[in-house]
């Protein structure tokens, strides 16, 4: 079993939509967690570090759901700039990465 | 520099050469990571340095890869005897601390066998 499972996707949603993705992660002692995005033969780069709390980047909202091992991104109104892939992470004695969700954010 | 730098960004090798990706980190940056990613996939973990010690290298995929960080900075990924399905994108992050802070990714070296 993989240390992080993610929905590939693909997610192809209309501008200003709101999109959702969620995250699993298989070690309940993880310590942190991030979401990272990835553009087409880009490297991936930090979008947000996830709280225990949930913490909010304008238009991001990252949340961590540690009883049900979840980590979700929720992106509210939805711009063509904003396809990519996303990159949930968590940590352990490494640092793991899902396979990504693939977002297409149509006209 | 103000980021991770990776050189080079291609490489095309035969089948059975040796190669050799590196790495400089952001500079103050403590830890260091390689990670193999493939086309559709995440970043598959390789190994991780905390300056010159090389903690964990249980990524590594065969004896034929290894690599170095000798003075705690720049790190060198070699892989021997290179074989096709080594093809892949090689990335190298770097952050500040331990393990459990975010990581900060060079432009990654894209190899190619033949």
Redo the contacts between chains.
Sequence with gaps: RKE?E?D?GPFNVPEGATVAFNCTYSNSAS??F?WYRQDCR?????LM?VYSSGNEDGRFTAQLNRASQYISLLIRDSKLSDSATY?CAC?G????????TSLTVIP | GAGVSQSPRYKVAKRGQDVALRCDPISGHVSL?W?QQAL??????LT?FQNEAQL?K??LPSDRFFAERPEGSVSTLKIQRTQQEDSAVY?C?SSLGT??????????TRLSIL
């Design positions: 992080v993610q590939p310590q942190s991030f880009k490297e991936p780069k930090l570090s990159l940590t004695n490494q640092f793991y990465f899902g396979t990504g | 990571f990670y559709g996939q995440g970043p598959e973990f991780y964990d249980s990524g990335l992050a393990v459990n802070q975010p990581q900060h990714f060079g432009d990654g």
